[in-house]
């Protein structure tokens, strides 16, 4: 399979733990992306990255979030301190970089539940 | 700021009839435009884009949108909806700034009854 995919699928976790997602982009894309989808919402852009790089995080990227890709390959997506508002559906999306705007590619997902 | 709204949360079609999800759009210049859908626990798939050219576009699974410049709006059609097509439809702009990180809408639920 040659999309794009994230580890695990589900995780459940106590408030407070810390938590760590994987994604895997498609081998030639330079752009990996993260999005955070709520209960009965589109999602929403968290970060990307273009290669190793952290070009952008949105407002929503609290301190206790942090993401790397630190070999502009896979990427992870690291919960500090979690709480049951982190509770949601984490996105990996990656692109390639060529010209003006490119079509991302999405991951299954991530379900994250804080009890 | 640019932004997405769909304003219909959920939909409920018959079988056979014909589908249009509304979609309007707020970006500042000419946008790059999606149609996802949505099963329950799956990825987002998409089914068409918009970036140039002709207004109408052809997607996948039967599915076209028109793209109005003059009323900002991207709506998705379908002439005869499957139960297997009752998902989340996701409508969603392409910004050229920051890195062409993706808005999308909060989405219509479809609903197939038999």
């Known amino acids: 399979d040659t999309g794009v995919s994230q580890n695990p699928r589900h995780k459940i976790t106590k408030r407070g733990q810390n938590v760590t997602f994987r994604c895997d982009p498609i081998?030639?894309?330079?752009?990996l992306y993260w999005y955070r989808q709520t209960l009965g919402q589109g999602p929403e852009f968290l970060t990307y990255?273009?290669?190793?790089?952290?070009?952008?995080k949105s407002r929503l990227l609290s301190d206790r979030f942090s993401a790397e890709r630190p070999k502009g390959s896979f990427s992870t997506l690291e919960i500090q301190r979690t709480e049951q508002g982190d509770s949601a559906m984490y996105l990996c999306?990656?692109?390639?970089?060529?010209?003006?705007?490119?079509?991302?590619?999405f991951g299954p997902g991530t379900r994250l539940t804080v009890l | 700021a640019q932004s997405v709204t769909q304003p219909d949360i959920h939909i409920t079609v018959s079988e056979g009839a014909s589908l249009e999800l509304r979609c309007n759009y707020s970006?500042?210049?000419?946008?790059?435009l999606f149609w996802y859908v949505q099963s329950p626990g799956q990825g987002l798939q998409l089914l068409l884009k918009?970036?140039?050219?002709?207004?109408l576009v052809q997607g996948i699974k039967g599915f076209e949108a028109e793209f109005k410049r003059s009323q900002s709006s991207f709506n998705l059609r379908k002439p005869s909806v499957h139960w297997s097509d009752a998902a989340e439809y996701f409508c969603?702009?392409?910004?050229?700034?920051?890195?062409?990180?993706?808005?999308f809408g909060a989405g219509t639920r479809l609903f197939v009854k038999a």
């Open positions: 990255f273009q290669n190793e790089a952290q070009l952008e």
């Open positions: 081998s030639e894309h330079n752009r």
């Open positions: 970006y500042g210049a000419t946008p790059y």
């Open positions: 918009y970036f140039s050219g002709d207004t």
């Open positions: 999306a990656s692109s390639r970089v060529a010209g003006s705007y490119n079509e991302q590619f």
């Open positions: 969603a702009v392409g910004a050229v700034t920051g890195g062409f990180k993706t808005i």
